[in-house]
């Protein structure tokens, strides 16, 4: 089964130690995406329908709202990586150069010795509980450029690009983005926010992933996500109130949801997470 070993959230957004040995579901969410091997056989992350190797020297970077999801190769032993998922407004903040949207060039990231330094030194630090890590963010900062500028590196715009310009999504799409938000904890027919926003169907759910980057489910299934995370680091509340409130029936099917989008149970995702 899949761990959490260790969870720090702040500012920058969250990173996680996870030993993990099943595949996940597809899903998105609204922060920038690293994911570095740190140990154990190697896996694969599928970006859209493409896979890139997590290895010994090879890492892989998400832009935010992409779909994609982890894929393990060998089912002998769990493959221990460090996850980070890096808040758009923080890097912003403390990148030296971007524009107002995190975007990788291309996903995958070769790791250097630069960036293997950097991963080894989070870990340690994150596993040593009686130590504070007073530089945790400038290292965090410090991969996150590394890799946003290696992206862009082999690409046609180069390594000078500071990425693309905010998307500018169509008038109906933000209004359904804006009622899924408002009804995140309840039973969301999205034949009827297709209605509501003025589109069929079809031309809704075309519209609503060409402009967004994921189809309408896999965003309101980001939004539960980000809800229940943040209830479970900053609440005391019992896990099956959450998942009740969230739109789930039982404490299984939350814990099923949690598992499938997030590595590992809820009840582990809280037993191991610091809050900045």
Request: contains cysteine.
């Amino acid at each position: 089964m899949s761990d959490s070993l260790a969870v720090f959230h702040g500012h920058f957004g969250r990173v996680c130690l996870y030993s993990m040995d099943r595949q996940m579901v597809p899903h998105g969410h609204r922060e920038g995406h690293l994911v570095f091997h740190v140990q154990g056989p190697p896996a694969q992350m599928v970006v859209g329908d493409r896979a890139w190797p997590l290895s010994p020297g090879q890492a892989v970077a998400i832009s935010p709202w992409h779909a994609h999801y982890y894929k393990p190769l060998h089912m002998t032993a769990p493959t221990l990586a460090l996850v980070l998922y890096i808040r758009p407004a923080w890097f912003l903040e403390a990148a030296r150069c971007a524009t107002a949207s995190l975007c990788f060039g291309r996903p995958g990231i070769e790791a250097t010795d630069h960036l293997a330094r950097l991963v080894v030194g989070t870990v340690q630090a994150m596993l040593d509980p009686d130590r504070e890590d007073l530089l945790l963010e400038d290292r965090l900062c410090a991969l996150s450029q590394a890799a946003f500028d290696q992206s862009w590196q082999w690409t046609d715009r180069g390594s000078a690009f500071v990425g693309p310009e905010p998307p500018r999504r169509d008038f109906r799409v933000r209004k359904a983005m804006k009622l899924l938000r408002e009804r995140v904890g309840e039973i969301v027919e999205l034949d009827a926010v297709a209605r509501e926003v003025g589109l069929s169907r079809p031309h809704f759910y075309k519209l609503f992933r060409t402009q967004v980057g994921l189809t309408p489910n896999l965003y309101l299934n980001a939004l539960r996500m980000e809800r229940a995370i943040d209830r479970l680091a900053q609440s005391g509340e019992a896990v099956s109130d959450i998942g009740f409130d969230l739109g789930f029936s039982s404490q299984a099917s939350f814990s099923r949801f949690f598992i499938g989008n997030g590595v590992v149970p809820p009840s582990a995702y809280r037993r191991s997470v610091h809050v900045a």
